[in-house]
């Protein structure tokens, strides 16, 4: 499984665009990049999911260049509910979750 | 939504006892399930994979004989902390994906909402 690195922590405002960063440069054919988020105490929430070019939903959008080393997670006008830890993993087909150290988001007033 | 359900959310025992965590999927069916371990400010260590109708797999390093798995039907996986010592507190989380889908790696998987283990 890929090992994926991101920052360890992040700080942002109410309000802002936030931009996550995860590297995964030894990423399979057939690894998708999958992003999940995480409150104190509660078991991870999937957020996004994609393969190439760009997936967007109702809460964030996913960025993945063509060579697929690396992700973006986008995360549009943030509040103080978003502040949590974001996982990017990259899994392949029916295989298991390997979380790497996530990126900790601090959104201030 | 699919759902994935943790009972006990939280437990103390005493040192030396077995504690039993369920994972239950409430919605569909999950031939496999993971069990992981997060220590405070850490992140997810997955720990084992529950197959239903076998045996369990277990990560390098995790003790099969401490940490007991069973997975006796398509909606139920079990972990049994044995003779439980205070190092073994932990946030225990496990995950299922509908394996009425047929498996892709774009297959969502759900998570419970964890168990806090705390052993005095």
């Known amino acids: 499984l890929a090992k994926t690195t991101q920052p360890i922590s992040m700080d942002s405002y109410e309000g802002q665009e936030v931009n996550i960063t995860c590297s995964h440069n030894n990423i399979a054919t057939n690894d998708y990049i999958t992003w999940y988020q995480q409150f104190p105490s509660q078991g991870p929430r999937f957020i996004i999911q994609g393969y190439k070019t760009k997936v967007t939903n109702e809460v964030a959008s996913l960025f993945i260049p063509a060579d697929r080393k690396s992700s973006t997670l986008s995360l549009p006008r943030v509040s103080l509910s978003d502040t949590a830890v974001y996982y990017c993993?990259?899994?392949?087909?029916?295989?298991?979750?390997?979380f790497g150290q996530g990126t900790e988001l601090s959104v201030k007033p | 939504g699919a759902v994935v359900s943790q009972h006990p959310s939280r437990v103390i025992c005493k040192s030396g006892t077995s504690v039993k965590i369920e994972c239950r999927s409430l919605?569909?069916?999950?031939?496999?399930m993971f069990w992981y371990r997060q220590f405070p400010k850490k992140s997810l260590m997955l720990m084992a994979t529950?197959?239903?109708?076998?045996?369990?797999?277990?990560e390098q390093g995790v003790e099969k004989d401490k940490f007991l798995i069973n997975h006796a039907s398509l909606t139920l996986s079990t972990l049994t902390v044995t003779s439980a010592h205070p190092e073994d507190s932990s946030f225990y989380i496990c995950?299922?994906?509908?394996?009425?889908?047929?498996?892709?790696?774009?297959?969502?998987?759900?998570f419970g909402q964890g168990t806090r283990l705390t052993v005095v």
């Open positions: 995950s299922a994906r509908d394996s009425q889908i047929r498996v892709r790696a774009n297959t969502e998987a759900f």
């Open positions: 993993l990259a899994a392949t087909q029916g295989g298991k979750l390997i």
């Open positions: 529950s197959n239903e109708g076998s045996k369990a797999t277990y």
């Open positions: 919605d569909f069916q999950a031939t496999t």
